[in-house]
């Protein structure tokens, strides 16, 4: 079984894969009164045709080292993890965008971040670290198909 070891989540590493959201640095304008900082516009929402939609997901937690044996993604619009905790969580993608996944990396949030995966980004399911796995989700909701599946021909172990 190959491995795959876990890099820390930077948006120039993640930037082939989507975006990263936090409030890291100056923000982009101070509102209410200079009381609240706002970091605008962090992420390019696609819903290609639908509409956005907010679910809440609970998932469940996972450990180190993970078996990684599947991966998936959503043709026909992006797709943002935002955590409703402070607990880091395991972000899994694959390079390429064809029928199947090319080279699979790892990374690992931390604490405040969540993220956006483009359009048609292979990714590894939701993998919260901790729980409670809470995770508001903000994706495409409307007709078509959204989901394809690929199972791994080798599972592959992430570790820390």
């Given at each position: 079984m190959s491995e795959i070891q876990i890099e820390p989540l930077t948006p120039?590493?993640?930037a082939p894969f989507g975006d990263v959201l936090d409030a890291s640095g100056a923000p982009d304008r101070l509102i209410n009164q200079g009381l609240c900082g706002r970091y605008h516009d962090r992420a390019r929402l696609d819903f290609g045709g639908g509409q956005a939609g907010i679910s809440?997901?609970?998932?469940?937690?996972?450990?180190?080292?993970?078996?990684l044996d599947l991966v998936e993604r959503h043709p026909?619009?992006?797709q943002t993890f935002l955590p409703m905790t402070q607990h880091p969580f395991l972000v899994i993608v694959a390079e390429g965008r064809d029928r199947t996944p090319g080279r699979v990396r790892a990374f690992?949030?931390?604490p405040g971040q969540g993220i956006n995966l483009h359009r048609g980004t292979w990714h590894g399911v939701l993998t919260p670290l901790h729980a409670p796995g809470l995770?508001?989700?903000v994706?495409?909701?409307?007709?078509?198909?959204n989901l394809e599946e690929h199972w791994l021909p080798e599972p592959l172990t992430i570790r820390a």
């Amino acid at each position: 079984m190959s491995e795959i070891q876990i890099e820390p989540l930077t948006p120039d590493a993640f930037a082939p894969f989507g975006d990263v959201l936090d409030a890291s640095g100056a923000p982009d304008r101070l509102i209410n009164q200079g009381l609240c900082g706002r970091y605008h516009d962090r992420a390019r929402l696609d819903f290609g045709g639908g509409q956005a939609g907010i679910s809440i997901f609970h998932a469940e937690p996972r450990s180190l080292p993970y078996r990684l044996d599947l991966v998936e993604r959503h043709p026909l619009g992006s797709q943002t993890f935002l955590p409703m905790t402070q607990h880091p969580f395991l972000v899994i993608v694959a390079e390429g965008r064809d029928r199947t996944p090319g080279r699979v990396r790892a990374f690992v949030t931390a604490p405040g971040q969540g993220i956006n995966l483009h359009r048609g980004t292979w990714h590894g399911v939701l993998t919260p670290l901790h729980a409670p796995g809470l995770f508001a989700v903000v994706d495409r909701i409307g007709e078509g198909q959204n989901l394809e599946e690929h199972w791994l021909p080798e599972p592959l172990t992430i570790r820390a």
